[in-house]
């Protein structure tokens, strides 16, 4: 089951749509599951008072029935801060993110590494940086909520 929450014309909407399709693309079977199977929640323009970032573009939460996997496309990290071998399924059992989401022209988007900056009128600014203090927002906010969404 796939909820989509937020203002259907807006950007982030439309980019969450697209993750959806990803999703779906990756395992086919997300389109016609019930919410015991797989349960994703697309929220979008998502404001959460009280924290140090209180406003989110899309924040997904994934539950599955079982374990899904998947080979990254990349380098990631696992629990312990250790690279995954990219010759490695991913089991996944639930998950959260947050995105960013930036509609800035190609010529003002740099990556640098890892990091990800985006051209301001005030100069370059790290969308990385931005996306890593909504993340310790959320999981703030779901410490004191009790891990529930209000």
Not at 130 to 143: C, G, I, R
Request: glycine residues 6%; proline residues 4%; charged residues 25%.
């Amino acid at each position: 089951m796939i909820t989509m929450r937020g203002n259907r014309s807006s950007q982030e909407y439309k980019a969450a749509e697209l993750i959806k399709s990803s999703l779906i693309q990756l395992w086919p079977d997300l389109e016609s599951a019930d919410a015991e199977n797989a349960n994703i929640i697309f929220v979008t323009n998502c404001p959460i008072g009280g924290y140090r970032v209180g406003d989110f573009d899309i924040v997904v939460l994934a539950d599955f029935g079982s374990l899904r996997f998947f080979k990254p496309n990349k380098p990631i990290l696992d629990i312990n801060q250790k690279y995954i071998d990219p010759r490695k399924y991913v089991y996944v059992k639930n998950f959260v993110a947050c995105i960013e989401v930036k509609s800035h022209s190609e010529k003002n988007i740099k990556f640098e590494g890892e990091d990800v900056k985006v051209l301001y009128k005030e100069g370059w600014k790290s969308a990385t940086q931005q996306n890593k203090d909504q993340v310790h927002s959320l999981k703030a906010y779901f410490s004191h909520s009790n891990g529930k969404p209000n």
